[in-house]
DNA sequence: TGTACCATGTAATGGGTTACATGATTCA
DNA sequence: TGAATCATGTAACCCATTACATGGTACA
């Protein structure tokens, strides 16, 4: 059965460990919340929550909202907990490649002229520039350290994160367009 | 027929545009050089090939090895040259998201005890510093910086983009491991 | 002669996006 | 009453990996 058990799987089963939702609240997370590690559109989720409950690592009850409209409220179930538990306790010891469609251009660029490069690392800088402000932004929600144990302390460090990779992309997006500008 | 490209048919196509390969070699390229930002199987870049060819972007000689092999040298058409330039020459004005297993694995590990996300953290550490001293040593190879519009160049900045990015990360985790140790 | 590597393909399957499809609820 | 949003699903398709399949070449 642990065949059965992609990533996507255990992000959900994560999220209803912490607090029951239905599909359109899980989607919901994943625009939101889960946006910056990982994402997933409701296509995907129903099906995925249907093969969890099929396995029943999740189950659900009906709720009713109007007086026809009804929904699935999903929770986890003990052995449900149990393979979320077995995956996050455990890393796999392997270095993932990231796909780079910026990286892979700039790799080429050799055959664009001065002004056409620049023009590229400009843009691109301005996009994670802009990524960066955002996260500087939610990082004024937090007016001090949260304590560990709290859901909000990982949220910090998730989000330091994430401030730290735009700044090291801006950081070195200029560093490229001044070592372009430099030489001949 | 522009729809028909992927990013991995312009990765060929830049590939091609420097210098004439077979498929196999295609695919050294990717294990070597490319593979810190794409990557690609011969069961993938075959067929793709076989595509761009019935497009009539690149096209093929046939070189024989020895008595009997047979191999397709494929090179760029004019067309195929095109397409690369209009490509590379312009930017998707848009912030992709970076899906992050370690991070859907710390955003959730409020759920471990200290011991166990500490654990989590040193293994992450490891990964990204031995990615780092790898990186490293490349950068030996380059005595100096090389003259822009030179595809050494190129090889240097996306080498520069790797090593600030494992240094970052590295940072970011020795960060959470101090948080995680000075709290309750 | 056997093993590592060169060389080229196809098939099955998994993971993910876009598009198709339907209907209820809330609020202005 | 109409628009935005809540709510749930399926179908078609694309990209990518793993596995299946075959055979030649170089070299110790």
């Known amino acids: 059965m642990n065949d059965i058990m992609s990533t996507l799987k255990y992000a959900i089963l994560g999220l209803l460990n912490r607090k029951s939702m239905t599909g359109y ?23 995925e929550l249907k093969d969890l ?3 029943k690592l999740v189950n659900f009850n009906i709720e009713v909202s109007g007086n026809v409209l009804q929904k699935k409220l999903y929770y986890i179930t003990e052995s449900g907990k149990k393979y979320f538990y077995d995956w ?24 664009l002229n001065k002004d ?3 023009s ?19 990082l004024l929600k937090f007016d001090n ?11 910090y460090l998730v989000l330091l994160g994430g401030i730290k990779r735009e700044e090291m ?5 200029k560093e490229c367009l001044s070592l372009c500008q430099n030489r001949k």
Chains 1, 2 share one sequence.
């Open 116 to 118: 056409e490069r620049n």
């Open 169 to 173: 992309v801006c950081e070195w997006l």
């Open 25 to 47: 609240e899980l989607k919901k997370e994943f625009e939101t919340t889960l946006f910056e590690f990982w994402n997933a559109k409701h296509s995907q989720i129903y099906p």
């Open 145 to 155: 350290i949260p304590p560990s144990n709290d859901t909000d302390f990982v949220d």
């Open 53 to 55: 409950y099929d396995n």
């Open 120 to 138: 590229l690392l400009l843009k691109e800088l301005e996009i994670h520039s802009k990524a960066l402000m955002h996260f500087k932004t939610n």
């Open 88 to 111: 996050i306790s455990k890393l796999d010891n392997k270095h993932v490649i990231q796909k780079d469609e910026f990286k892979l251009k700039l790799y080429f660029s050799d055959l």
